[in-house]
């Protein structure tokens, strides 16, 4: 397997076994109304997590924001539910979150910030399975 993909790989595994849900890593997500789902960002040529900001495309609102401690000093103001969590690893973000429901469908886009200001965006469109 080659490096990039075995990268892929296992930051696939950890959010995996971290959520026990839907993962998704190219952009699809299939998931059933109850069961948790994850959205992954490879972050492996970022050095340092400042900023991941979720935005669902109903209006472009964020439903998620994390800021690193340095952000929160020039202002950056976090923004959670009590149903999404983060986790970050050393190749990849991932935002889980649990319970889904019907309203959580849709398309959503992912932007992972380091602290030389480098962004990597990612999409995923979100659908619920019968
Ligand atoms: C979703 O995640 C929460 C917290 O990790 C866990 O307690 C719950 O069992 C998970 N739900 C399902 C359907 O796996
Ligand atoms: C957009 O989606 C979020 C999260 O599901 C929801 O809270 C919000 O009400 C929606 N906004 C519109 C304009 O539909
Ligand atoms: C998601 O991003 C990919 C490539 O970055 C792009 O080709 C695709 O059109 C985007 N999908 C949506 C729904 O915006």
Known sequence: ?????????F?????????????S???????KEGD????????SELK?????TVRKRNGTQEVFRYC??????????????????????????????LDANTRDEGVYDVEVIDDKSIRICRNFTVALTG
């Open 1 to 9: 397997m080659p490096l990039f993909k075995m990268i892929r790989f």
């Open 11 to 23: 930051s696939f595994i950890t959010c995996i076994v971290i959520t026990a849900g839907s993962v």
């Open 25 to 31: 890593d190219n952009g699809i997500v299939n998931v």
């Open 36 to 43: 948790n789902f994850s959205l992954i960002v490879g972050t």
């Open 48 to 52: 340092f997590v400042n900023r991941v």
């Open 68 to 97: 690193s401690r340095e952000e929160q000093n020039r202002g950056c103001k976090p923004f959670n539910s009590d149903r999404t969590t983060l986790y970050i690893g050393n190749e990849a973000v991932c935002v889980t979150f």
